[in-house]
């Protein structure tokens, strides 16, 4: 009895420890015959995946998009406003141009003349007024850019008044304005010379009631 019991035994152990090898030697190979799950789950996570849009929230992507479009669109603006603003600096300066090209025009006659004489007077800071300065002419030379005074001290003196305001040549000479002709009797560079000496004089050909 205890030999058979013995026999018994050792072959269950044999049969077992068969069984045990067995299941280890499987257990090997399906450790060494494929990835674990957690060399699977490594690979997966080093792969890049495109950050997908939640419920209308946009991606870091989508903003950079926005942000890019949105300063294409301002520069454009931009663009547009200055050359805008170019276009027209060049038509004001053309403008500018035409009017510089165009002088004005005056009526070769009285109102002409003094309307002339007034421009140049404005432009050279010389004093005076319409009605100021006609109210002499006509005093003086009842209009007429030719008349000469023959008769008083000047005239005996051998440099006779002449022109609207009767002016004498040497003090024609001293007060003369740059851009009118050098010629007494012209009638624009008559005015503004008889002008500029009675302001220098009389503070203005508006103070001038009588000869002067």
Known sequence: MPRISTLRI???HKIATAVLVAAGSVTAITATGGPSEAQTTSTR???????????????????????????????AAAKKAAEKERSEKQAA??????????????????????RESLDIMDKKDIPGSYEGLHRNIMRESSGNPNAVNDWDINAQNGIPSKGLLQVIQPTFDAYHVKGTPKKLTDP??????????????????????SAY
């Open 45 to 75: 996570s080093s792969v890049s995946v495109e950050p997908v849009a939640a419920a209308g929230v946009p991606t870091a992507k989508d903003a950079a998009e926005k942000a890019a479009k949105e300063n294409a669109a301002k520069e």
């Open 10 to 12: 050792t072959r269950s």
């Open 93 to 114: 300066n053309r403008s500018t141009e035409r009017k510089a090209v165009t002088p004005k025009k005056y009526a070769n006659n009285l109102d002409g003349w003094i």
């Open 188 to 209: 624009v560079a008559n005015i503004t010379a008889a002008a500029n000496y009675a302001a220098d004089r009389y503070g203005s050909i508006d103070n001038v009631d």
